[in-house]
């Protein structure tokens, strides 16, 4: 009998803790997701290739990149982040980064593949950001 209620005091000093994390990680959730959006963006910037385009008014890709944090606006809970073209450029996304083809089938705009260089260059620091985290759920 004694060796149960130690049991079960153990077992509820373990629901303790793993329910103290989640609030922690819950409490600290949106703030890591946007410090990963900051360091997507600057990375996507860092990517993305100067336009030779200028003019009164145009806007380069990289001067109009926006960070979401995912399900803020619901109120459903936070999912994720985006990092997204704003509202004068998103449309050209996909053609830079996939590149597109003449009806003949020859290259028009040659793939660049600016979003896979972003995350990779930000999976480091990335990396980071969730170690601190995770470091602080640990230790708090």
Not at 14 to 30: F, G, N, T
Request: glycine residues 10%; proline residues 1%.
């Amino acid at each position: 009998m004694n060796v149960e209620l130690e049991y079960a005091s153990a077992l509820q000093g373990m629901v303790a803790d793993v329910l103290r994390c989640e609030k922690i990680m819950e409490s600290e959730q949106e703030r890591v997701l946007g410090e990963i959006g900051k360091v997507l963006k600057k990375n996507t910037v860092a990517a993305l290739p100067k336009s030779d385009e200028a003019g009164s008014g145009y806007k380069h890709m990289k001067e109009d990149i926006k960070v979401t944090i995912n399900g803020k606006r619901k109120k459903t809970g936070v999912t994720g982040v985006t990092v997204h073209g704003g509202k004068l450029t998103a449309y050209k996304w996909h053609m830079l980064d996939d590149g597109t083809r003449n009806p003949n089938g020859t290259v028009h705009t040659k793939a660049i593949h600016f979003t896979k260089k972003a995350v990779d260059a930000s999976a480091g620091d990335i990396d980071k950001i969730v170690d601190n985290l995770i470091g602080r759920v640990v230790n708090d």
